[in-house]
């Protein structure tokens, strides 16, 4: 099966290798050309646009930053959308809203192309060993062809029905998850500065009912006070800000996810937002050298 990638960020670079790995013939294209070097040494073709890509692969996946990167590469000159034809896939993997995948969807399928939307659960190290989960939502006779390719990829894959519900399962675990980071950071300061010790509250936390694979990856570099990006805080708050928006378009009070999003925005606003999303723990005051 010859699969198009287009985004070769953190994630998009780790899956398209897996496919490499697992004998799919892959052709690339990123924004910055440049990093699609490293994928040619390991067997991938290159374009020069989403549109060239679309037009040599019957299937082309996307994996980009956020609704406005998804919405570019399809709509914009040299797009996917000049070359998008009656038998041809596009699956986007993009962490967007409802919103933006059925924009996508509908002007893919005005041109008598398939449209899948595909966001995952997991991150850097499940991409590159397979280990994500798919949300997958749309067509449902392109899930079932490209499920081979979705194999290599995840440990499971959900298909959602209609177009929007994959983005909304993604958006909603994702609230979740960053509510999760604040809580756990502020547990680990108030251990530390009322006298314990992090690490024993991290084996205390690991065989209880709260034990989850986030805290304890997570937990000890964050103890360490070092955050190299696994997933980029940037696009938490991002996910955060389109989860509180889909919130409030179903009138649902967050109060919980709100908070967790400011922590995440003035993480950002202190030049953290390309580390991990663990770093919302330095936006605690706690933390900081005193002056
Ligand atoms: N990292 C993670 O753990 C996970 C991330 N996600 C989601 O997956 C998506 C990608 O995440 P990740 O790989 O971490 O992000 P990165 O920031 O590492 O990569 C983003 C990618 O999007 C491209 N891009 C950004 N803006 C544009 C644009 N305007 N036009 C074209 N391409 C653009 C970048 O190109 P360039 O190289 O030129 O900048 C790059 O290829 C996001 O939606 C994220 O929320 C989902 C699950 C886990
Ligand atoms: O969107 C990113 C999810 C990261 C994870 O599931 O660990």
Redesign the pocket.
Same mark, same amino acid.
Not at 93 to 96: E, G
């Given at each position: 099966m010859e699969i198009g990638f287009l !985004? #070769? !960020?953190? =994630?998009?670079k780790a899956i398209s290798v897996n496919l490499l790995r697992h004998g799919f013939k892959v052709t690339v294209w990123?924004? $910055?050309l440049s990093?699609c070097g490293e994928l040619v040494e390991l067997g991938a073709s290159v374009e020069e646009t989403p549109a060239a890509v679309v037009k040599k692969c019957q299937y082309t996946i996307a =994996? #980009?930053? +956020?609704p406005? @990167?998804a919405l570019? *590469?399809v709509f914009d000159k040299g797009g996917v959308l000049e070359q998008i034809s009656s038998g041809k896939g596009y699956i986007d =993997?993009? $962490? *967007?809203d409802a919103d933006t995948a059925s924009k996508i969807s509908e002007a893919i399928l005005a041109k008598g192309g398939q449209f899948l939307e595909a %966001? *995952?659960? !997991?991150?850097?190290k499940p991409a590159e060993d397979g280990q994500l989960v798919i949300l997958a939502a749309g067509n449902e006779a392109l899930y079932k062809e490209v499920i081979p390719a979705f194999n290599v990829i995840g440990k499971k894959s959900f298909y959602l029905g209609q177009v929007g519900n994959g983005a909304k399962m993604k958006l909603v675990v994702n609230m979740i998850m960053g509510s999760m980071m604040n809580a756990f950071s502020e547990g680990l300061v108030l251990a530390d500065r009322s006298g314990l010790e992090p690490q024993v509250l991290l084996d205390v936390l690991d065989l209880g009912g709260i034990a989850n694979p986030m805290f304890k990856l997570k937990g000890p570099t964050m103890i360490g006070r070092s955050y190299p990006p @696994?997933? %980029?805080l940037k696009?938490q708050q991002? +996910?955060m800000r389109l989860a509180l928006a889909l919130g409030d378009e179903n009138a649902v009070s967050m109060p919980i996810a709100a908070a967790a999003n400011e922590a995440f925005k003035k993480a950002r606003s202190m030049g953290l937002g390309d580390l991990d999303f663990s770093a919302v723990h330095e936006t605690l005051e706690a933390l900081k050298p005193p002056h």
């Open positions: !985004g #070769l !960020g953190i =994630m998009g990123n924004r $910055t990093k =994996m #980009l930053s +956020d406005s @990167a570019s *590469v =993997m993009s $962490t *967007v %966001p *995952v659960s !997991g991150s850097k @696994a997933f %980029p696009h991002k +996910d």
